[in-house]
């Protein structure tokens, strides 16, 4: 055999090797990696929408928990303010029935000083007849009388 024989078979089967490869071979491995690099961006794409989406979600959450202690201080000063409200009026009333009871406590003892002085003077009548009768009943005598009016201041 010659070698240029061997060397155009060589050559021959050499192009229809990589005409082979090119049509046969070539199309589903170009496929294959095309598809493998789709994937590889669509994830890459995904993990920064996901990103993205936390930190929209973080910024939501730190919101909401501002809201919420605005909300819940906004709602403690309320309950502050009408806990001193309720005090107030608390304080109110009861001055105010402690007035009613301190008028109806001096109405009463005025009313029990009338009736204290009226039946001292009721007493007092009593004891001034009846030493005027102890008097009248016997002679007048001037040490009688002394002694009789002696008496009658130690009964009052």
């Known amino acids: 055999m010659n070698l240029n024989s061997t ?12 005409w ?3 049509k046969f071979v070539w199309p589903p491995i170009v496929k294959a990696l095309d598809e493998r690099a789709k994937k590889v961006a669509d994830g890459l794409a995904a993990a920064e929408r996901g990103r993205h989406d936390l930190e929209l979600a973080t910024r939501r959450s730190v ?9 819940s ?10 806990a001193a409200q309720i005090v107030e009026e608390a304080k109110t009333q ?7 009871i301190v008028a109806g406590g001096k109405a009463e003892a005025e009313q029990e000083i009338l009736r204290a002085r009226e039946a001292l003077r009721d007493q007092v009548a009593a004891l001034a007849v009846a ?7 016997r002679e ?3 040490k009688v009388h002394a002694d009789l009016l002696s008496a009658i201041k130690q009964d009052l």
């Open 7 to 18: 060397l155009y078979a060589q050559l021959v089967v050499f192009f229809i090797l990589a």
């Open 20 to 22: 082979f490869t090119m």
């Open 63 to 71: 919101e909401a928990l501002r809201e919420g202690k605005e909300k």
């Open 73 to 82: 201080a906004e709602v403690l000063a309320q309950a502050e303010r009408r």
């Open 94 to 100: 009861a001055k105010v029935e402690a007035d009613r």
């Open 131 to 137: 030493g005027a009768e102890k008097i009248l009943r």
């Open 140 to 142: 007048i005598n001037a």
